[in-house]
């Protein structure tokens, strides 16, 4: 249906990750809900450790190919730089963007959106373009020597072109989310509530309820499933949006490599998907925005009684606190960070995680009331780039919810967001959207793989 401006008497918000938790403070704050009654349900204490927005850092660049993420991403900045990001939660260090193909590499799909995001930056924010000592804060790499002077300090190589935007950054990401949850309860308008859901009981045409594990049934006049990588449980994603993990990797330095690394600028490599953020308290991280892993699961139908259904959900280190990353992908942080940082390239993970996206075919977001359930509105497909948006993404939300298109960006972004009038005919989806790594792994077999290796080894 489309979204309504009748305003509920009462809001159960499922999930407090980075668009429950804005939703909850954008509702709060605004007198058109100073009646409805808003609860917040999570399925773990907050900070929910295998949350996705709960890490040591995030990526705050305005860096897209698509103008409307760059010009959110305008709205975002400002925050950043003050209130919300103070106290450490936000280091301006600058942003390289590199790629390992040589300039006549072709128009492949990394250096497409390289280009793009450069001319987004210098038309749509104003950026001023050259060397940062000249006042420059864009400043275009045209040749390997470029970006090791840019990189110097890591003492490998990072790329063969590509640009370094000195207005990024990134954020202590729990740090982000803690503050946030802060904002929110201050309002004093949000009831919280930890309990994992069950399922939802659908009518006909509506949400009749939210069953809880232990049969404790939940009603509201609107349910909106925030619910991130585990939504496709809930309601049915097949060929609209699904989890895929990917794989992050930490490692501990010396004081004396804390103060040489700690202000670079964050490294990604569009080639790849690979990239470094500066560490933190003599911590370092290595991971990689690539298509992910898939975890194909048989679950009973959230919709429908007596049908099974495929879907990738997560799997996560509280469901086997034993759990690390596979053999590929510990390879390709390994060869990265040794291609990168090269006197760091036999230092030994200190801990590793899969870390869980819920993404759509484009890579855009699915913030739209449902088209058959008229009370349920549903904030998911974040695919791997909503925390940057973390201070303002709340508001766009409520925007939608309450069908008010305030500007010309907000019809822009209604209009992405929506749901999808056709769904693709396949149980779990791959996104188009740019990535690196290799499109089509599944969970399991790259587990096994890793297994088959270290039983090589020990021959």
């Keep these: 249906m489309a979204a309504t401006k009748d305003i509920p008497s009462s809001i159960l918000i499922i999930g407090s990750g980075v668009f429950g938790l804005s939703t909850a403070h954008a509702l709060a704050q605004r007198d058109a809900f100073k009646s409805s009654k808003i609860t917040l349900l999570e399925r773990l204490d907050f900070p929910a450790p295998d ?71 210098k038309t749509r924010l104003g950026l001023k373009v050259g060397r940062r000592e000249n006042g420059g804060q864009v400043e275009p790499m045209e040749t390997p020597e470029d970006v090791g002077r840019v990189t110097s300090c890591m003492g490998g190589e990072c790329g063969k072109r590509g640009y370094v935007n000195w207005t990024s950054g990134w954020a202590d990401a ?3 989310m ?26 006909k045409d509506r949400v009749e309820s939210v069953e809880l594990v232990g049969g404790e049934k939940l009603t509201a006049d609107l349910v909106v499933l925030a619910t991130g990588a585990w939504t496709p449980k809930l309601v049915d994603l097949r060929g609209i949006a699904s989890a895929t993990g990917q794989v992050l990797a930490y490692i501990d330095i010396t004081q ?43 679950i009973p139908h959230p919709e429908r009684q007596g049908e099974m259904i495929t879907v990738s959900l997560p799997r996560t280190k509280q469901d086997d606190p034993k759990m690390n990353i596979s053999f590929e992908g510990d390879k390709a942080c390994r060869e990265y960070l040794a291609k990168s940082i090269p006197d ?13 996206y819920t993404d759509t075919p484009t890579g855009d977001w699915l ?60 149980d779990h989806v791959w996104t188009d959207d740019w990535r690196g790594g290799v499109k089509g792994m599944y969970l399991d077999e790259e587990m096994a793989k890793g297994q088959k290796e270290m039983a090589k080894s020990r021959l």
Aim: net charge neutral.
């Design 367 to 426: 913030i739209s009331y449902h088209p058959t359930y008229s009370n349920l509105f549903v904030t998911t497909g974040g695919s791997g780039h909503a925390y940057k948006f973390l201070p303002v993404v709340g508001e766009r939300i409520v925007d939608i919810m309450s069908g008010n298109e305030k500007d010309d960006l907000g019809a822009e972004l209604t209009k992405k967001w929506k749901w999808p009038e056709q769904r693709k005919k396949v």
């Design 256 to 298: 004396e490599e804390q103060d040489r690394l700690g202000s670079n600028p964050v490294v990604l490599c569009e080639t790849n998907g690979m990239f470094i953020i500066p560490p933190r308290n003599r911590e370092l991280k290595v991971a990689r925005h690539g298509y992910g892993y898939a975890n194909l699961t048989r």
């Design 51 to 121: 949350a996705a927005s709960i890490d040591t850092s995030r990526i705050i660049r305005p860096d897209y190919a698509d103008g409307a993420y760059a010009a959110l991403m305008a709205e975002a900045h400002p925050h950043w730089r003050g209130e919300f990001g103070a106290e450490g939660r936000y280091t301006e260090s600058g942003l390289c963007l590199t790629q390992d193909t040589n300039a006549d590499g072709g128009d492949d799909d990394a250096h497409l959106y390289l280009v793009r995001a450069l001319e987004n930056v």
């Design 344 to 356: 760091l390239a036999t230092r030994p993970w200190t801990h590793t995680r899969i870390c869980w």
């Design 178 to 203: 803690c503050h946030m949850r802060k904002l929110v309860e201050i309002l004093g308008r949000v009831e919280f509530k930890t309990a994992e859901v069950a399922k939802l009981n659908y009518g």
């Design 174 to 176: 729990e740090a982000g």
